[in-house]
């Protein structure tokens, strides 16, 4: 059993699909981000257009002449279709699975289950999850506290599939699509899907320094780093630094349960992160490692789909 719902106005108000909306009370999703100023193209070949076989139900099915009337094939979850637009590919029935299944069609023509219909583990769900699986916990915002829920990992579940189409599927092709962005100072390499988004966290942090000053030592100096092609520690799935998308701030006041994990007993959850900082990456469509059972506290990275209520299965 979790708590749905964090204390204050502010959480609610995201859980309700403001992200990004910041201080100005606009739109309720990130924009895409191929749709971003200076981001790029889809990487490989462009996804289908409006007149690929992309199913679309049918406004009123006439009758037949025996009387009966063929259920209209229903269009894919609203969820899917978002994710779709934030990432790469077109929401089709699928070729090969059961009658009423969707996929994500990747560009390369590859498909991805929305729901493979499978009984997982947290485990399998890790390693070999369904775009559903990517989205099936709640991200909640709001005040930070201590996640005491085993396996309360929103977010962490990923699709290297989806991610490698969108961001790029080696390490060479990853770097050829980075770009250096000011992150408080400081020239970081990021994809350019997700560039505009770390450069306003920048610009949210610098204004909180302007007020608070102390904050400073936790976003400049010494970084953990953005892009690095390489697997989770003690795993072989693919860390979403290898994508350009996360970024590690300030080592020596973090804190990582793969180093404070003992052999017996649950994890306790610890951070030196402050709420300020938090909530300045969170606005920009940025989930944070903190927020997990398997905590990461230094570690932000940009999944914009966390924070779209059209998002949410
Ligand atoms: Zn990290």
Redesign the pocket.
């Known amino acids: 059993m979790r708590v749905v719902l964090a204390a204050s106005g502010f959480a609610v108000a995201f859980a309700l699909g403001c992200s990004g909306c910041g201080g100005t009370g606009e739109a309720s999703v990130p924009p895409p981000p191929g749709n971003e100023p200076g981001s790029d193209v889809t990487p490989g070949t462009p996804s289908p257009g409006p007149g690929s076989p992309s199913p679309s139900p049918s406004p009123s099915p006439a009758p037949t002449s025996t009387g009966t009337t063929p259920a209209p094939p229903a269009g894919p979850p609203a969820a899917l279709s978002c994710l779709a637009q934030l990432y790469v590919g077109t929401p089709v029935a699928s070729s090969s699975a059961t009658a009423g299944a969707w996929s994500l069609r990747l560009p390369d023509m590859t498909e991805l289950a929305w729901d493979d219909a499978k009984t997982k583990t947290y485990d399998d769900r890790l390693a070999t999850p369904d775009l559903e699986d990517t989205l099936a916990m709640p991200y909640l915002l709001g005040t930070i506290k201590p996640i005491t829920v085993v396996d309360d990992d929103p977010g962490r579940i990923r699709s290297d599939a989806l991610l490698k189409a969108t961001f790029g599927g080696t390490s060479a092709a990853v770097q050829a699509k980075l770009v250096s962005v000011d992150f408080v100072g400081q020239q970081v390499k990021f994809h350019t899907r997700a560039a505009a988004a770390l450069g306003k966290v920048s610009v949210r942090l610098k204004q909180l320094i302007a007020q608070t000053p102390s904050l400073s030592v936790y976003v400049t100096g010494e970084l953990?780093g953005t892009f690095e092609w390489r697997p989770i520690a003690n795993t072989n799935r693919l860390?979403?630094?290898s994508y350009g998308i996360?970024i590690?701030i300030v080592v020596s006041k973090s804190n990582y349960w793969e180093w404070e994990k003992t052999a017996n007993g649950p994890l306790v959850w610890k951070n030196q992160i402050p709420q300020a900082i938090v909530d300045a990456f969170e606005a920009e469509g940025f989930a944070w490692?903190g927020r997990w059972y398997h905590y990461?506290t230094?570690?932000f990275e940009y999944r914009p789909e966390l924070f779209a209520a059209a998002c949410k299965p």
């Open positions: 953990g860390s979403a630094h996360a590690d490692g990461d230094m570690h």
